[in-house]
């Protein structure tokens, strides 16, 4: 492989903010998968993470597609996504992350990915990085202008109002919100330079487990969070980003719940074991580290927990929730998935449809 940027390469970040801003800005629905730089030099394709950590051999169909569809020696920013019935499917994306090559075929092939491009930092032997945006983004639709699924074009404008209806109206679809790129912005790798407004509910959930912190295992990593659906308690996502006071605070708070008799609790049979394999238990093994320890332990289902959340994708919390206040006021068995603010359901094929 030989091009004017070469892998690995971080990719350019975002910062939040509570509202889109106003002013020389072009605005794109935020997708929800995994980041991805894809590297092309005729045959030879690389798909480098955000972490550094190449994709290549996760995604096969992605590659083969990238070969027919896109141009021979090019760099292009975007995000490998799963597409179902209900739109983005997060957890099946998840999936493909696993050791075992006959398995990713296999999920190819039943669940298959696609590439949304937003940005090129290369094109033939020119490298782009300090063009601004605009010019950018009109390489990249002139590249890809004829291109067919599973490689996609990302929606583009520059009316907020628009945007603000993208907002509202794609969440449903399982995007995330929306990103502010600067319109005579060049690309910075590493550098937090672009703005995102995400989506956020909050919702009480019993804490039922906890995790020790893997760099300090003498305080609270994360906390397990459960909700009710006809007398059982479904374990739906985690509370995981802590100050480190908090952390040490947490043992004192949980201690007089640890529950250390799994008998009795609803997610006892999970207590002792890894689940190899991903699943849903609250002990799953890691998909992204086969090595890492996500053994919990119990906690007497007793406390109520406000976090805020982005999305529910199923039964389960899309993304790691945020501790905003104990609540204890609540009732355990008052927390149910009908509490839960959901987004209206909405068709993919919506927001690739949008103007661009």
């Given at each position: 492989?030989?091009?004017?940027?070469?892998?690995?390469?971080?990719?350019?970040?975002?910062?939040?903010?509570?509202?889109?801003?106003?002013?020389?800005?072009?605005?794109?629905?935020?997708?929800?998968?995994?980041?991805?730089?894809?590297?092309?030099?005729?045959?030879?394709?690389?798909?480098?993470?955000?972490?550094?950590?190449?994709?290549?051999?996760?995604?096969?169909?992605?590659?083969?597609?990238?070969?027919?569809?896109?141009?021979?020696?090019?760099?292009?920013?975007?995000?490998?996504?799963?597409?179902?019935?209900?739109?983005?499917?997060?957890?099946?994306?998840?999936?493909?992350?696993?050791?075992?090559?006959?398995?990713?075929?296999?999920?190819?092939?039943?669940?298959?990915?696609?590439?949304?491009?937003?940005?090129?930092?290369?094109?033939?032997?020119?490298?782009?990085?300090?063009?601004?945006f605009f010019s950018r983004r009109k390489e990249l639709e002139a590249a890809l202008e004829n291109a067919n699924p599973p490689i996609h074009l990302t929606p583009i404008t520059s009316d907020p109002a628009v945007a603000r209806d993208w907002f509202q109206r794609f969440e449903g679809a399982g995007l995330d919100g929306v990103v502010a790129k600067a319109a005579d912005l060049g690309y910075r790798p590493d550098q937090r330079v672009m703005i995102k407004v995400k989506h956020e509910r909050t919702g009480d959930f019993v804490v039922a487990g906890f995790r020790w912190y893997q760099k300090d295992p003498t305080v609270v990593g994360s906390l397990m969070l459960g909700l009710y659906e006809n007398g059982e308690l479904h374990h739906v996502g985690v509370i995981g980003s802590f100050p480190a006071a908090q952390r040490r605070q947490l043992i004192d708070e949980l201690a007089p719940y640890r529950d250390p008799d799994a008998a009795g609790h609803p997610w006892g049979q999970w207590a002792d074991f890894m689940v190899a394999d991903g699943g849903r238990a609250p002990g799953a093994g890691s998909r992204w580290n086969a090595g890492k320890d996500l053994s919990f332990e119990l906690l007497r289902p007793e406390r109520v927990v406000e976090a805020a959340f982005e999305h529910l994708q199923g039964r389960r919390l899309r993304h790691t929730a945020r501790f905003r206040r104990w609540r204890p006021d609540r009732d355990p068995a008052s927390c149910t998935y009908e509490q839960l603010d959901v987004a209206v359901p909405a068709l993919l094929s919506d927001v690739f449809g949008a103007p661009g």
């Open positions: 492989m030989d091009l004017p940027v070469m892998p690995p390469v971080a990719p350019m970040l975002a910062k939040a903010a509570p509202a889109l801003p106003v002013g020389s800005y072009l605005y794109e629905p935020k997708w929800d998968g995994f980041r991805c730089i894809v590297f092309r030099d005729g045959d030879e394709v690389e798909l480098g993470s955000r972490n550094g950590k190449p994709l290549t051999r996760y995604f096969p169909e992605v590659l083969q597609a990238i070969r027919a569809e896109m141009p021979d020696r090019c760099v292009v920013d975007g995000e490998v996504v799963v597409a179902g019935p209900g739109g983005l499917e997060f957890d099946l994306l998840s999936q493909r992350i696993h050791p075992a090559a006959s398995r990713i075929e296999m999920l190819a092939r039943e669940t298959p990915a696609r590439f949304v491009a937003f940005d090129v930092l290369a094109m033939g032997d020119r490298d782009l990085r300090e063009a601004p």
